[in-house]
């Protein structure tokens, strides 16, 4: 069963802290691996698609990366604006292979 | 870039009416739109994948008589909550994607109260 798994759940930085969050995922055939940034009330925001192992892509201060197993989203010195939950989705190959399956996201505060 | 907007943004309504929202592509022809429910610090949970012209695929566990979607062109899906109820309450969210392979463009989002 495709499954996503996103670590921690929550994490407090101070700004200039550099950290990563994790996405771990089970998927039958990758099709693509996805990053959303949530404010609250607010739409996923779109921020990167990678789609196979060694993929990196970066904006701004974030980057992503890419194995067989898990991607990890590094925030370099976050600013308070980076406060938000992370969101993590994959598409597979299998069954109905249109939607995407999230993780629980990460909560990010980043502190002044 | 891919626009997607969606309202409203907010609605309160009463116990026993219906509430419809929509979801526009702004910018690009939307083959397929998704509907999301989303509880307070929770992740996304899929309700249904509509296609232009033909019926909604409703995932396990969601009613199709109660949450109808209605996807009438390439750029606009309706999503109606009939008869709703305070448990229905919860911020809906759509998708929608003209490439799945680019990705998906999300709506603002609607914060449904049902008092």
């Known amino acids: 069963e495709d499954q996503v798994t996103q670590s921690p759940e929550a994490l407090r930085l101070q700004e200039g802290e550099s950290s990563s969050l994790n996405c771990s995922y089970t998927v039958s055939g990758l099709r693509g691996l996805f990053w959303y940034r949530q404010d609250p009330g607010k739409g996923p925001e779109f921020l990167f698609t990678l789609y196979s192992a060694g993929e990196e892509k970066e904006k701004e201060r974030l980057k992503a990366t890419l194995t067989k197993k898990e991607s990890f989203l590094h925030i370099t010195a976050p600013k308070p604006e980076d406060s938000a939950t992370y969101l993590c989705?994959?598409?597979?190959?299998?069954?109905?292979?249109?939607?995407?399956?999230w993780g629980l996201g990460t909560s990010l505060a980043v502190n002044p | 870039g891919a626009v997607v907007s969606q309202h409203p943004s907010r609605v309160i309504c009463k116990s026993g009416t219906s509430v419809k929202i929509e979801c526009r592509s702004l910018?690009?022809?939307?083959?397929?739109m998704f509907w999301y429910r989303q509880f307070p610090k929770q992740s996304l949970m899929l309700m249904a994948t509509s296609n232009e012209g033909s019926k909604a695929t409703y995932e396990q566990g969601v009613e199709k008589d109660k949450f109808l979607i209605n996807h009438a062109s390439l750029t606009l899906s309706t999503l109606t909550v009939t008869s709703a109820h305070p448990e229905d309450s919860s911020f809906y969210i759509c998708?929608?994607?003209?490439?799945?392979?680019?990705?998906?463009?999300f709506g603002s989002g609607t914060r449904l109260t049902v008092v």
């Open positions: 998708s929608a994607t003209r490439d799945r392979a680019k990705g998906y463009t």
């Open positions: 910018d690009f022809q939307a083959t397929t």
């Open positions: 989705a994959v598409r597979g190959n299998a069954g109905n292979n249109r939607k995407l399956i």
